[in-house]
Nanobody, 117 residues
Framework: QVQLVESGGGLVQAGGSLRLSCGAS????????VGWYRQDAGKQRELVAQ???????KYADAVKGRFTISRDDTKNTVYLQMNSLKSEDTAVYYC???????????WGQGTQVTVSS
């Protein structure tokens, strides 16, 4: 069965850095689109960054120039390097893997990122 597991969250000061990892078990990412999303209390879940099988990348405007998404297919892992963190980046970060044609795909359980001012 497909399982996604996020790790790397924690508490950091504003201006600091974290690297999140999303590992897949049960299957490989293959041609799926893999994205990082985030959701804070009382807010809607939003796309942070995504990467395709051929490494086409999109970022939310709020994180451009600060976050970098990448994938290592040999390790079946997708990363989100987060630099220059701001308090508004505080949220639970989720990994998602879905087919090219769309649909909900699979979600991980999330990892908490808290940035102190």
């Amino acid at each position: 069965q497909v399982q996604l597991v996020e790790s790397g969250g924690g508490l950091v000061q504003a201006g600091g850095s974290l690297r999140l990892s999303c590992g897949a078990s049960g299957s490989r990412f293959g041609f799926n689109i893999v994205g990082w999303y985030r959701q804070d209390a009382g807010k809607q879940r939003e796309l942070v960054a995504q990467i395709t099988w051929n490494r086409s990348i999109k970022y939310a405007d709020a994180v451009k120039g600060r976050f970098t998404i990448s994938r290592d297919d040999t390790k079946n892992t997708v990363y989100l390097q987060m630099n220059s963190l701001k308090s508004e980046d505080t949220a639970v970060y989720y990994c998602n893997s879905r087919p090219l044609g769309g649909g909900p795909g699979y979600w991980g359980q999330g990892t908490q990122v808290t940035v102190s001012s």
